[in-house]
């Protein structure tokens, strides 16, 4: 066996190629999501075995549910050149391997979640997977222009699981930290899917810009960032966050604004992935303000 390969029952799989099957990129962010919604669970130091643990099992949980992605998209991704050099199309990965990869991890997971951080979390993290892997995937993406909008549920999960993993159970913080990536989550896609929308189209998935057009599209785009600009202010009127989040979250959800309305008055798609690339961005710094400002405070209060 050469470096750099991994034997799955009898067949020899480049690693590089099961890595790809797990959409690193996409789970960057869930985890960083994720550790977030530890932190800011915590009033102090989260427990060494419960923050490891718990970015494990739901990094592994996302993985496994990505690798279900590829497999059942490989006729999709097939046809659309964003994903047709993806390890199932290009034929680098088996389908039969790609689905113990995915069974592997996810048995992974669940016994990392459920022996060293709780059952809540892991119960929770199971169904995220399913609502990505099975719900959106399979039913969702193929059955309505509203797809990503439903199936966001599942993507807007990670904070959630981050708090129920310090804490043991749901409260207001955790539901508002889920409806802030539940309603970032359609802008965000949707401005992809303009660009993308001939590919989608000769694949034949519903996504808004095939069944309503352009236009229509980039309207709820904006309408989205709206709401999300509204959603973001919920931490500081709940009193969950502080002036330094406040100044983050307006200044950014202006912004985003502003990109969605220069989108929405632009030609074509010329704008799209901009707009896209700057939505990462925003959800990204947001967060990290939700988490200077948790910092900010504790440290005041430990001053005074």
Known sequence: MATGEIVIGRHVVPWRRLYDLTKPKVVFLILFTALVGMLLASPGLVPPVTLFAGLAGIGLAAASGAAINHIVDQRIDALMERTQNRPLPTGDVDPRQAILFAVSLMVVSMTLLGAFVNALTAILTFIAMIGYAVIYTVYLKRATPQNIVWGGAAGAAPPL?????????????????????????????????????????????????????????????????????????????????????????????LVFVWRAFQLYRSEGDALAMKTFAWSIYYLTLLFAFLLADHYARLLIRWLL
């Open 161 to 253: 699981l981050g708090w129920t993993a310090v804490t043991g159970e749901l409260g207001t913080e955790a539901l508002l930290l889920f409806l802030i990536i539940f309603i970032w989550t359609p802008p965000h896609f949707w401005a992809l899917a303009i660009r993308r929308r001939d590919e989608y189209a000769k694949a034949g998935v519903p996504m808004l810009p095939v069944t309503h057009g352009i236009r229509f599209t980039k309207q709820q785009v904006l309408l989205y960032t709206l709401m999300l600009l509204a959603v973001s202010l919920l931490p500081f009127v709940t009193r969950m966050s502080g002036l330094l989040y406040l100044a983050g979250a307006v200044s950014l959800g």
